[in-house]
């Protein structure tokens, strides 16, 4: 069984500032995924990657297999970014995420 | 862009009553999932559908669930006997691929059991 644990649960932040948020599992996986759930409770893929370092925008997620760990980093953090944020891992055959508890994240302006 | 869709956005029901919830995957899209959250806990994975039949369940997926993909394009998630603890957000989800897929969630379905 996976266990997949997520580091802070929280985090505040002053606009602009460069976040980071760690996530590390126990077992081998297909893949990993960071995942944004705003506060209505609506989820939304930001990431899936199996190795290496993906961007999007400000957005920019890591992964090291060896270690079994990865971290989401914001850059120039925005209040738009406030949500919680989830790293989930995918196993074979039928990629069945298991879930981390999420990172809750505020920007204040 | 194509989404996933749920329906309805929030049910309340009785304990004991049966419920049905209604998800549409993206089209071309192979792969379906249900997962739930429980208010203030992590999200949990209920089941995978693949090819017509269900290709993994967790343990949380006892004999008053099952799914179903009537028509091609709907995929329902049915709670025989609701209980209490069965009050959560209900997430479908789709993907293309396997293994290294990426997956879209629906905006997720409310249940309230009173």
């Known amino acids: 069984k996976n266990e997949v644990e997520q580091s802070p649960q929280n985090l505040t932040a002053q606009e602009g500032e460069f976040i980071t948020i760690n996530c590390s599992y126990s077992?081998?996986?297909?893949?990993l995924h960071w995942l944004q759930q705003h506060p209505g409770g609506g989820i939304v893929s930001l990431f899936m990657l199996s190795s290496g370092k993906k961007k999007h925008g400000r957005l920019i997620a890591t992964i090291n297999i060896q270690e079994k760990h990865s971290s989401l980093h914001i850059t120039a953090s925005h209040p738009r970014d406030s949500a919680v944020y989830i790293c989930?891992?995918?196993?074979?055959?039928?990629?069945?995420?298991?879930f981390g508890t999420g990172t809750r994240l505020q920007v204040f302006p | 862009e194509p989404e996933v869709t749920q329906t309805p956005s929030h049910q309340v029901t009785q304990m004991g009553q049966e419920v049905i919830l209604r998800c549409v995957p993206i089209?071309?899209?192979?792969?379906f999932y249900w997962y739930r959250q429980i208010l203030g806990q992590k999200v949990e994975f209920l089941v995978s559908f693949y090819n017509n039949e269900i290709s993994e369940k967790s343990e949380i997926f006892d004999d008053q669930f099952s799914v179903e993909r009537p028509d091609g394009s709907n995929f329902t998630l049915k709670i025989r006997s609701t209980k209490l603890e069965d009050s959560a957000m209900y997430f479908c989800?789709?993907?293309?691929?396997?293994?290294?897929?990426?997956?879209?969630f629906g905006p997720g379905t409310r249940l309230t059991v009173l």
């Open positions: 989930a891992v995918g196993h074979n055959p039928t990629d069945k995420l298991i």
């Open positions: 077992v081998g996986i297909s893949a």
């Open positions: 089209s071309n899209h192979l792969y």
């Open positions: 989800a789709s993907s293309l691929l396997a293994g290294e897929g990426t997956q879209y």
